[in-house]
């Protein structure tokens, strides 16, 4: 995910939230057991405010206008909710890399899956999973690899750095891949004496 995407995303979530928490601490002012608690300076709500009256209702009934513009803006504002989860779940993980030629692209599953196979033929290592992230034009794989008790990190690293890694970069060239590595070890068998 981009550094900008990130931060909208948070920004968006922190937006809604200061709002929800807003609305619910002017919502719970009106409630006499927190009103009497809240400091003498605090807006708070009146304990006999009448949100929607009778004559209220009324004068908006005879306005024929208002119904479609809240239907339509609530339409649209789901179709964007829609549309921004959807740009969400899409952008996190390519399907196709096109190549250099019309019509020919690279499978990021079959991309993966090398990758994978090829962290497995390290020495040292016991597993490994790979997962690709990002946009086609910039991608992340994020690979796990469980190493074997006695495995060097530094060795592993280095090898899958020159061989697996720089594989993966000539074949998704010219787009950058950036490399995550998370490392764990498989724990010692405990040896039974007969």
């Known amino acids: 995910m981009s550094r900008l995407r990130g931060g909208t995303n948070r920004s968006t979530l922190f937006c809604v939230a200061a709002v929800l928490l807003a609305a619910g601490a002017a919502l719970a002012s009106a409630a006499a057991p927190v009103r ?23 004068r908006w009934r005879d306005h024929g206008w208002w119904q479609p513009v809240v239907i339509a803006a609530l339409a649209v504002g789901a179709v964007l909710f829609l549309s921004w989860a ?25 991309l993966a899956a090398a990758m994978a196979e090829g ?3 390290v020495d040292g290592v016991a ?14 794989a994020r690979i796990t690899l469980v190493l074997d008790p006695d495995a060097s ?6 090898e899958l750095a020159g ?6 970069r000539l074949a998704a060239a010219p787009r950058v891949l950036e490399a995550d590595v998370r490392l ?11």
């Open 127 to 140: 597993r490994a999973h790979v997962r690709l992230l990002g946009r086609p034009r910039r991608l992340r």
């Open 86 to 110: 959807t740009v969400q779940i899409r952008s996190g993980r390519p399907r196709e890399l096109p190549l250099g030629q019309p019509g020919v692209t690279l499978s990021a599953t079959a």
């Open 163 to 168: 061989g697996t890694v720089a594989e993966a």
């Open 36 to 58: 009497d608690r809240l400091p003498s300076g605090f807006p708070r709500i009146g304990a006999d405010r009448v949100w929607l009256d009778q004559e209220l209702l009324g």
């Open 153 to 158: 990190p530094e060795a592993v690293l280095r």
């Open 184 to 194: 764990t070890t498989r724990p010692h068998r405990a040896r039974r004496i007969h």
């Open 119 to 121: 962290a497995r033929a």
